[in-house]
């Protein structure tokens, strides 16, 4: 018999969708329901199903849609199944009456004769789960799919072809012989499926002998075996004829009685086995819990031992491995889960534990081909020969006598890894079907494994960008000690545009800043890499905070509209005691006091954000006292949707007057009473500085006059200094390295006087200030050359150096470190 599709048929057709609960009341009605059946969905949630769905007559091969003895009835078995009664799959057709055109009845109870007749296809599948839905019913207009009309010679298409065009996968195998037609043709039937995806579901067809349904374009469920309704009825007929029989006479039934049944029984446990285990893997994208959950999910109904080995680069939440894996892949040993007696294992094959596979073991066919490898029972020499590729370890025992299956952990036809799975020998060895089952595993496992791979590695890219764009601020500086915290936010990604930073100035003095990129995600952070480079940059030139916001602002708007942030900058002296602030629509900053440890917001014109444009920003002097605290942050730590942000605002100033054993407690500190479960979808950045101050004693300042002579001079001023602050032992290489400095600033300068300046403060600081705007560079000097050694000489003595322009000429400055005194 030959079974097309009828010509302009499509291969589906709209379908009604019902979910009925153990109560059988209906939980989900699908606009297809409402089309076909006439009620919405507001009037069927929550009715009986029996109200609702006028079906009956159960299909049979003799049916050919001629006549139907039970109508506008609901037939026993879907009335059974309504009830809980039935734990089996079931399908049938019915005849009603289009709701439109049924008003009227006749006093004897029969309906109106001029009533329009709708053919109806049902099915019916039992739900498992924990939930309360225990029944699908999915219901077609019949007259979407009539046949063709019947020529001479050919046979009459019955209501198992309306199956076939309904549901092409219910009559795979017998449309299309062989598994390459299948594929090939089910693209044709079913657009939206793509070869490889056909590939699939043709061996899940042919293997298992179980079809698939497509009920939406993403959606697919497994339902009853293809040779449809007419062999689960005379299946069903059997079973209860051979209970009866066996009631009678128990030794009447055969085995070829029950093997039907038993044969679905075993496909359908596989499939239930599959739906648990999909719903117990993929629970977390975190990649050490999927792990545990895809080897804890096999133990113990499926096997007694799983392993499962993956690649290094998965492992380590890198890229897509690249290459097929060889002899020399190391594989690491990630789970073992078993059911033996505790500690068995855990010497022999230890978790965490990398190796390669040799060329001559199960392990490697599977993860070089793909494809999974069954040994129904490993003998003593396999086990042996298996063993023997492992010397450090004897796994002999472990495995000998042993039912073993190895399935591939794929995603993308890339093997990520795979799991080596056992059975003890009192229980039935792996099959065909416990392959195939094994494979659709490890396919659904695989994808969760990629996907948690996936979000590991963007997430420690994020982090890596992160890490690179905001500043590593030494911990102590001259006159200030400083703590700093960025937690990333939760929407949208770990990478926002929120930073801090600490530029240090001439005179000792520090630039503390803190700004917020408006927005989030990647454009937010590549946006604040280039306001922080840019801040760093102007910082340079040693300008008023308030001058410097508005270059800023001059070049957020040159950069684009888009370009938008806010920004705190504030300039510490710790030689004057004073903070020079300006903002740019920031919050303001926290000023802890350590006289009384009183906090307080400080009062600072907020500005507009950077890139609007057209509005003046504004410095403001504030004088502080050594051990004054400042608390600079972003508005992602105060700001909560729905509050008011001045009591975030409060709860900062609260939390920063905590006292605190160290800079890195107060930080900590504050973030957990205004994060305190870490639920702020914005990203945070938190910088404190502890403002010591430089006392006067620790300072000395001189001029000196444009002549070569005063080079002489310096060396000696500063050797007295060093002398008198007890730092002979630098005082030799200081004298040289200010020789150097000061003979470049004297030869350089034009009328102004040269400046000299030492600072003790953690380190030996000294500064020499001349009125030329060109900075020094390293020059390459030749044998011959009178000059052009100083500054080589200066980076290689002294621990650090650098220049800064400022509006009246440069500042040149080195570092020494101090001697370390023993106490």
Known sequence: MDRRIAPGTSGRIPLAVIVVDAAGLVSHWSTGARRLFGCTREEAVGRAAVDLLPVGGVLTESDHGAAYPRQDVLGPDLESSLAGGSSYPSAGRARLFDHATDTAQAGDGTRSADRTAVDVLWWAYPLVGPGPERLLVLAADAARLQPPAVTAGEDAEGPLAEFERIAPGFALHTEFPGSEGLARRLPEILPSMNPLESARIVAQVLELGYPVLEISRHDRVPVTPDWGVPRRVERLARRRAAEAAAAVDPGSVSEDDLAPDLEYAAVREHLEFLNEVSGRIGTSLDLARTIQEVSAAVVPRFTDVAGTYLREQVLAGEGFPDGPPDVTTMWYRVAVEHTDEPGRWDDVVPVGESMPFPAQTPFFQCMTTGDPVLVPRISEEMGNAIAAQFPKRDISPLITHRSMLVVPLKARDVVLGFMILLRHRERPVFNDMDRVTGAELAARAGLVLDNARMYTYQENVADTLQDSMLPHIAPRMPGCDVATRYLPGTRLGRVGGDWFDTIKLPGSRLALVVGDVMGHGLNSAAMMGQFRTAVQTVAGLDMPPAQLLRNLD?????????????????????????????????????????????????????????????????????????????????????????????AGLAALCESAAHPAASMDDACDTIIRALNPRGGRKDDVALLMARLNGIPREDVAVWELDLDPREVARARGLVRDTLLRWDLAEIAETAQQLVGEVVTNAVRHAHTRRVGLRLVRAGALLCEVSDDDHSVPVLLSAGPEDEGGRGMRIVSRLAREWGTSRSAHGKTVWFEQPLPRRRH
């Open 554 to 646: 001059d070049l957020a708007q040159r950069l684009g509209e888009q370009y938008l942030a806010t920004c705190l900058y504030a300039v510490y002296d710790p030689v004057e005691s004073d903070l020079l602030i300006a903002n740019a629509g920031h919050i303001p900053p926290v000023l802890v006091r350590a006289a009384d440890g009183r906090s307080e917001l400080l009062d600072v014109p907020t500005g507009a954000p950077l890139g609007v444009g057209g509005v003046p920003f504004e410095t403001v002097r504030v004088p502080v006292s050594p051990g004054d605290r400042l608390v600079l942050c972003t508005d992602g730590l105060v700001e909560v949707r729905g509050q008011d942000i001045g």
